[in-house]
């Protein structure tokens, strides 16, 4: 993919979770809840019809019992006629008018129904219809009911031995009664006449009244031919003599014995489930029904609760759901503009080591042959110091514009990325060679040395580049960044401006190099370091004025390594922040032994100011030796101002406040700037060996010498000429007006023994 700069960032992405999944197994969960929620209300809609089936059920069996003992009385009193009239031998028709149809008969009738309130009247009827006695008038009224179902039915051959009638009205009251009426027959089953009572239909609705059977429940005597008798609520009144209705009855009342569901217009307008229960030895039956409206509301009372702790479950599912989902896309969407801003630089939009990494990983991951590119690691030289002379804000503006001109020698396709701080890379591809490569290198280092307009000030950068080639150099990306690193160190190693390609020789100076890091680190533990003290004298007089601490490191196998050997590793290890404690505690412990007028001069190294220690470090080490601080010189050189900037200018205006003098080591080969002389309190210039080396020889040097030390003359301060192995080198420098002098042809570092020995010599 496409980045700043032309360069193209790897497809990987990290793993960003999915809110469909959640979407669909939201989904599926509530489908789930509505599936069982609708299972359940319907099981238990099933389990509540036939709950309160049966319970309608048990009631119509107690009511048919109760019922029942009802119609008992009346067939009580009529079984005890029937006896009665089998006793008196009563076997033709003739003789039923004459013995029963007398008053006495009459009282008789009164008397037995007179306990029993439920029952209006009894009469007695002749085989040919014809009424013989009644309990409600005396003599007995003119009436013929051949032409009544309840004759037809019982006098019919082989007919039934009792008949209830349908409800019919009072003659002589507006009360409706349901008749029941009982065959007799002469000794030799021939059909003699029958006996009648009326029953209240009032009666059995006020009893059917006192059951409580909730809003829309009712109890109701038919018959079984499906006639209406009684029913509550609501009285049934008179028989219904519309025959389609009548049938239609008839099959409801027939399949409530069945299924137990009434249709609307069996018992009222309303659909009903229905419990019927035959009275014994009688042509009726209870029915005891409910609506299926009142029984379904009663059902849905009892799930809603269910139905609506569903509901908020699933909307709360849902809202979860939703709220997790939208989480998840700006989750995806920040992922995405993160993944996208862990991959570009800020500050120059180039992409950054993570971007370039992918990308070089991804071009090697492609199929088929390992591709062909070049790998440039490009430093910036010097940088900190336009960083500390201008201000962080040139800095990074002078990133940039590099940065500009490195996206302008891209080709399409290449990639280039700031890999951290001052350190950018470029993949090039379809590079050749070493030639081509070197090349295009020359070019970047030939973009970067024109000059840049930063501010009000014109800089000219300039950097160092290694080179690696793919698949030459190595096949993986750990391989070819390492490869290009190395040839970046041998560039820098080089000198300033300079492009060097991998070389095999490269990685065996390399490994060299982490081998004597290993050994500088085992030596620091094991304490193998020893100080060597190098003396310092007078010009004028030539006497002892102090001594250099230098440190030494004896190897079993390398015999002494050299300062310049190791002070470097331990510079860039880290390892020279300890030492150099160590040094300068050393340094002072062994100087507090010699006479007072001596002093020891210490390197400080610019690492040694990172963590602003410093000052305490020095402290220190005067209290635990006793040395005063006026016996103290400590050695900086110029890059330390350079690189460290005013963490270094405060720790000297301490020191320098305390007694210390502050020396400026190697001066004239830096970037010797005069206000550093007049800013801060040095107390000694040192002239590097470099030009004391050929002082005797070239006017130049010697005219830098005059130059340095008029200076130090000039501005008050003490001058050291270091180096001096001739004794044309000490007269000339002499005679220029250093102060003091050092130097092998003067005296070669020595131990702390011998030092302390020289300094007592010196002093007798």
């Known amino acids: 993919m496409d980045a700043p700069g032309g360069e193209q960032r790897t497809p990987g992405r990290p793993g960003r979770r999915n809110p469909v999944p959640l979407v669909i197994l939201a989904a599926l969960l509530i489908l789930s809840i509505v599936v069982a929620t609708g299972l359940f209300v319907r099981s238990a809609r099933r389990d509540g019809i036939n709950d309160r089936r049966r319970e309608l059920a048990n009631l119509a069996l107690t009511l048919a019992e109760q019922t029942a003992r009802v119609f008992q009385g009346l067939e009580f009193i009529q079984d005890d006629l029937i006896g009665h009239m089998r006793e008196q031998g009563i076997e033709s028709p003739g003789q039923l008018r004459a013995m029963m149809g007398t ?52 006098s019919a051959p082989h007919g039934p031995r009792h008949f209830v009638g349908e409800p019919a009205a009072s003659p002589r009251t507006t009360s409706i009664s349901i008749t029941l009426a009982t065959r007799f027959t002469t000794s030799d089953g021939r059909f003699l006449g029958l006996v009648q009572g009326a029953l209240e239909q009032s009666y059995l609705e006020r009893f059917y009244e006192a059951i409580r059977l909730g ?13 209406l008798l009684a029913r509550h609520p609501g009285s049934a009144g008179l028989a219904d003599r519309d025959p389609a209705l009548r049938a239609r ?39 005891v029904s409910d609506s299926r409206s009142a029984i379904e509301t009663v059902l849905w009372q009892r ?80 940088f900190k110091a336009v960083n500390d002379t201008l201000g ?22 290449d990639t280039a990325a700031r890999l951290g701080g001052d350190e950018f890379g470029i993949l090039r591809l379809g590079s050749s060679g070493d030639r ?51 040839a970046l160190y041998r560039a820098k190693s080089d000198g300033r401006c300079i492009a060097r390609a991998f070389a095999a020789e490269m990685e065996a100076s390399a490994s060299a190099r982490r081998t004597l890091e290993a ?32 440190a030494r490191w004896p190897h079993s196998e390398r015999g002494l390594v050299p300062p310049e050997t190791f002070i470097s590793v331990a510079e860039e290890t880290g390892l020279i922040v300890p030492l150099g404690a160590w040094v300068l505690r050393e340094a002072c412990r062994v100087a507090a032994e010699w006479p007072p007028n001596l002093f020891v001069s210490v390197n400080l190294s610019p690492l040694q100011f990172l963590g602003a220690q410093t000052h305490q470090q020095v402290r220190a080490a005067l209290e635990e030796s006793g040395l005063p601080a006026r016996r103290l010189e400590l050695e900086i050189t110029e890059s330390s101002l350079l690189k460290q900037g005013p963490t270094v200018r405060t720790t ?19 970037y010797s700037s005069l206000a550093y002389l007049r800013t801060l309190n040095i107390g000694r210039i040192k002239v590097d060996r470099s030009f004391v080396h050929d002082v005797a020889q070239s006017p130049h040097s010697l005219a830098i010498v005059r130059a340095i030390v008029g200076l130090a003359r000039t501005l008050s301060l003490s001058c050291t000429a270091e180096g001096i192995e001739t004794e044309a080198q000490r007269r000339i420098l002499a005679d220029e007006g250093c102060t003091h002098l050092q130097g092998f042809f003067l005296g070669r570092p020595t131990t702390a023994e011998a030092a302390l020995a020289m300094a007592r010599s010196a002093a007798a």
């Open 652 to 670: 000297l205006e301490q020191l320098a406040d305390e007694g210390i003098t502050v020396a400026l080591d190697d001066f004239g080969t830096g």
């Open 436 to 486: 081509e490569a070197l090349a295009f290198a020359q070019g970047i280092i030939d973009a970067f040395q024109e000059p840049f307009d930063i501010g009000h000030h014109r800089v000219t950068g300039g950097c160092s580049i290694g080179v690696a080639l793919s698949p030459v150099d190595g096949t993986t990306a750990t391989q070819l960044l390492h490869n290009a690193d190395l």
């Open 519 to 550: 050994d500088l680190h085992a030596a620091w533990r094991e304490r193998h370091f020893v100080l060597a003290y190098q003396p310092i004298f007078e010009a004028a007089s030539g006497r002892l004025a102090g001594f250099e601490a230098l």
């Open 103 to 154: 008053q006495a008969v009459h009282i008789l009738l009164r008397a037995r129904i007179s306990a029993l309130v439920q029952v209006g009247w009894f009469s007695i009827v002749d085989d040919t219809g014809q009424l013989v006695n009644s309990s409600r008038a005396w003599p007995a009224p003119d009436v013929n009911i051949s032409d009544r179902p309840v004759f037809r039915e019982l």
């Open 392 to 413: 962080h804000e040139a800095g990074d503006l002078l990133l940039t514009r590099f940065a500009q001109r490195i996206i302008g020698r891209l080709a399409p396709g």
């Open 215 to 227: 809003r829309d429940g009712m109890i109701a005597l038919v018959r079984t031919d499906g006639t």
């Open 249 to 287: 009855t008839i099959g409801a009342v027939l399949a409530a014995a069945t299924d137990g569901v009434l249709p609307a217009g069996a018992l009222d307008e309303k659909g009903r489930i229905a419990a019927l229960q035959p009275l014994p030895n009688l042509p009726l039956a209870i029915v």
């Open 303 to 382: 799930a809603m609760p269910l139905i609506i702790a569903s509901g908020l479950l699933c909307c709360a599912i849902a809202l979860i759901t939703y709220g997790v989902a939208r989480l998840i896309r700006g989750e995806r969407a920040f992922a995405a503009a993160e993944h996208a801003l862990a991959r570009v630089d800020p500050l120059t939009g180039l992409a950054n080591r993570l971007a370039f990494t992918e990308s070089l990983e991804a071009l090697l991951a492609m199929p088929g042959a390992t591709p062909r590119f070049s790998l440039h690691c490009v430093d910036l030289d010097d």
